[in-house]
C-alpha cells in the first residue's frame, strides 16, 4: 500500500525546534521528489518546500517564510523524509503534511498529517 | 511569486444543483513547454488533501466525472455538475508552472444549504 506516515508533532515554546519525519512505503522513495506543505488553524495550504530525489541533485527548495529556518532532508536507506524546523514562532502552529505532489500524471501522495503547535 | 485568487470563499449549494469555484492566477500559467500547470485539490473535514484534476481538465483515478475543470491562462474553473454530501470540504487551485513555490489559492469551503 502507498503509504506516508508523520510522526514528530507536538507542543513546543516560541524559539524552540522540533523534527518532523514521514516514513514512506509502498513506492520507490528513492526517485521521488518530495514536499512539506501546511495548513494553519483557519488557513489555507501553504507550500513550504521540496527536496528532489539524490539522482537529481537532492537540492532543496523552499518558501519565502521559512527560509533558513527549516531545514528539509532524507535518508533513502531508511526511505524517510525530514523536516527541522527551528527558532519556532507562533506561526508556525499548523499541521503539517508530507506529500509527493505533481502537476502531471503521476499520483499524488499525502500522509495524514502532525499537528505542531507553538505556544508558551 | 504567483498569487492564486478563487472565488468565492463560501460557497452553499443545494444537494443535486451545480457548484462552479473560479481561480485566477496573478500570472499566465502557460508553461514554457506549453502545458499548463494548474491543480485541483479536496479537502474534506478531518482528511488530508486530495488531488481531483491536474493540467486543467484532467481528471485523477477515482475522481467521479461530476467533477470537471476548464479554462486557459489565468482564469480557471472547476465545476461540481451536482453536488453530493460527501462534496462538502475546501478546494483549492494550486500551480505548479511557475516554482518554486508552489502556490495555492485561499480555499473556497463549499457546505450544503
Known amino acids: 500500500e502507498v503509504q506516508l506516515v508523520e510522526s514528530g508533532g507536538g507542543l513546543v515554546n516560541p524559539g524552540g525546534s522540533l523534527r518532523l519525519s514521514c516514513a514512506a512505503s509502498g513506492f520507490t522513495f528513492t526517485s521521488a521528489w518530495m514536499d512539506w506543505v501546511r495548513r494553519a488553524p483557519g488557513k489555507g495550504l501553504e507550500w513550504i518546500g521540496r527536496i528532489k530525489s539524490k539522482a537529481a541533485g537532492g537540492t532543496t527548495d523552499y518558501a519565502s517564510p521559512v527560509k533558513g529556518r527549516f531545514v528539509i532532508s532524507r535518508d533513502d536507506s531508511r526511505n524517510t523524509l525530514y523536516l527541522q524546523i527551528n527558532s519556532l514562532k507562533i506561526e508556525d502552529t499548523a499541521i503539517y503534511y508530507c506529500a509527493r505532489l505533481s502537476v502531471v500524471a503521476t499520483t499524488v501522495i499525502w500522509g495524514q498529517g502532525t499537528l505542531v503547535t507553538v505556544s508558551s | 511569486d504567483v498569487v492564486m485568487t478563487q472565488s468565492p470563499l463560501s460557497l452553499p449549494v443545494t444537494l443535486g444543483q451545480p457548484a462552479s469555484i473560479s481561480c485566477r492566477s496573478s500570472q499566465s500559467l502557460i508553461y514554457s513547454d506549453g502545458n499548463t500547470y494548474l491543480n485541483w485539490l479536496q479537502q474534506r473535514p478531518g482528511q488530508s488533501p486530495r488531488r481531483l484534476i491536474y493540467?486543467?481538465?484532467n481528471r485523477d483515478s477515482g475522481v467521479p466525472d461530476r467533477f470537471s475543470g476548464s479554462g486557459s491562462g489565468t482564469d480557471f474553473t472547476l465545476t461540481i455538475s451536482r453536488v453530493e454530501a460527501e462534496d462538502v470540504g475546501i478546494y483549492y487551485c494550486?500551480?505548479?508552472?511557475?516554482?518554486?513555490?508552489?502556490?495555492f489559492g485561499q480555499g473556497t469551503k463549499l457546505e450544503i444549504k
Open positions: 494550486m500551480q505548479g508552472s511557475h516554482w518554486p513555490p508552489y502556490t
Open positions: 493540467q486543467v481538465s
